[in-house]
């Protein structure tokens, strides 16, 4: 996970500097395209009984903002979707995230 989190700093820092886009979009954009990556790479490799990507490291690119892009890519590699805790945990995650940004919104 930690080249994955140097690409995902690097993206941001790509699309901040390079491109002059706001901070938090640039991170939430690296955030989702790395957390679709991340999936499409753990079922690329549970095909070819490769070694997998850990479920924490898959929750953990939600948990940082890459829920969305985690949702299209369980949705377009069909990865994850039977998993029952899994999908707790993920829902979890979207709720708090969901509710942060009610609250950032209320106390704003």
Same mark, same amino acid.
């Given at each position: 996970?930690?080249?994955?989190?140097?690409?995902?700093?690097?993206?941001?820092?790509?699309?901040?500097?390079?491109?002059?886009?706001?901070?938090?979009?640039?991170?939430?954009?690296?955030?989702?395209?790395?957390?679709?990556?991340?999936?499409?790479?753990?079922?690329?490799?549970?095909?070819?009984?490769?070694?997998?990507?850990? !479920?924490?490291?898959?929750?953990?690119?939600?948990?940082?903002?890459?829920?969305?892009?985690?949702?299209?890519?369980?949705?377009?590699?069909?990865?994850?979707?039977?998993?029952? !805790?899994?999908?707790?945990?993920?829902?979890?995650?979207?709720?708090?995230?969901?509710?942060?940004?009610?609250?950032?919104?209320?106390?704003?």
């Amino acid at each position: 996970m930690l080249v994955a989190n140097i690409i995902l700093i690097g993206l941001t820092l790509g699309l901040w500097w390079g491109l002059g886009w706001h901070p938090f979009a640039s991170w939430l954009i690296a955030a989702n395209a790395m957390a679709f990556s991340v999936f499409g790479v753990d079922k690329f490799n549970a095909r070819k009984k490769w070694r997998r990507v850990s !479920e924490a490291d898959l929750l953990y690119c939600s948990l940082i903002g890459g829920s969305p892009g985690a949702w299209l890519g369980m949705r377009t590699f069909r990865h994850k979707t039977r998993k029952t !805790e899994f999908r707790k945990t993920y829902r979890i995650i979207v709720g708090v995230q969901i509710a942060g940004v009610f609250a950032y919104l209320w106390f704003r």
